[in-house]
């Protein structure tokens, strides 16, 4: 499939199984800087997350203060969900709405990560080509289901980045370096 590719500047994302480690592993296997903030004690459902991921801690240990602060901390969001309607999803579209910031859902559910071949997948990564050339974040935050439910999204995702994301030569900080509020509910 042949695309032209979006350069990207730094992808973040909250560190869970499933589409953050897609995200996170597209990003180191091609050498684009990467981080985001994860709960206190780098909690996930499989334990620790692993400090190959560059991830900062937040001061809680609850899922949403991560979600939210790298909402705030990117450009742009895309969340690769099995569910928009789960827990999840829904606050992460709100905290990208209540903040302002641009967001796109790609929908990958145990029934069409299978059919997601072809014709099919080149129009998907279209759309979210076009989003992206609209918003043109250098910060891309991504988010979406754990892996436990929704087997296989975490290679799904890094597959998809792999056809619509390559490394941008212009050279960002992050963390910001601005001085961050961890509230939860600070905007």
Not at 19 to 27: H, M, V
Not at 31 to 52: L, M, Q
Not at 120 to 128: E, G
Request: with cysteine; proline share 4%; net charge positive.
């Amino acid at each position: 499939m042949c695309i032209k590719k979006y350069k990207i500047s730094i992808i973040i994302s909250g560190g869970q199984t499933g589409a953050d480690r897609g995200a996170l592993d597209f990003a180191i296997q091609k050498g684009i800087k990467h981080g985001g903030w994860c709960p206190f004690g780098r909690k996930a459902e499989d334990g620790v997350i692993p400090f190959c991921y560059l991830l900062r801690e937040t001061n809680v240990s609850l899922y949403p203060a991560r979600t939210r602060m790298n909402i705030r901390d990117s450009d742009a969001t895309i969340i690769f969900s099995s569910d928009i309607n789960s827990k999840g999803s829904l606050l992460t579209t709100k905290f990208c709405i209540a903040m302002k910031k641009p967001y796109y859902v790609v929908i990958l559910d145990k029934y069409n990560l299978d059919l997601f071949k072809g014709r099919q997948l080149k129009n998907y990564c279209k759309k979210i080509l076009k989003w992206l050339e609209k918003y043109k974040p250098k910060i891309l935050n991504v988010a979406g289901t754990r892996e436990s439910h929704c087997f296989g999204i975490q290679k799904k995702v890094k597959s998809i980045l792999e056809m619509i994301l390559e490394k941008s030569e212009t050279i960002l900080e992050w963390p910001p370096l601005k001085t961050t509020k961890q509230s939860l509910f600070s905007f």
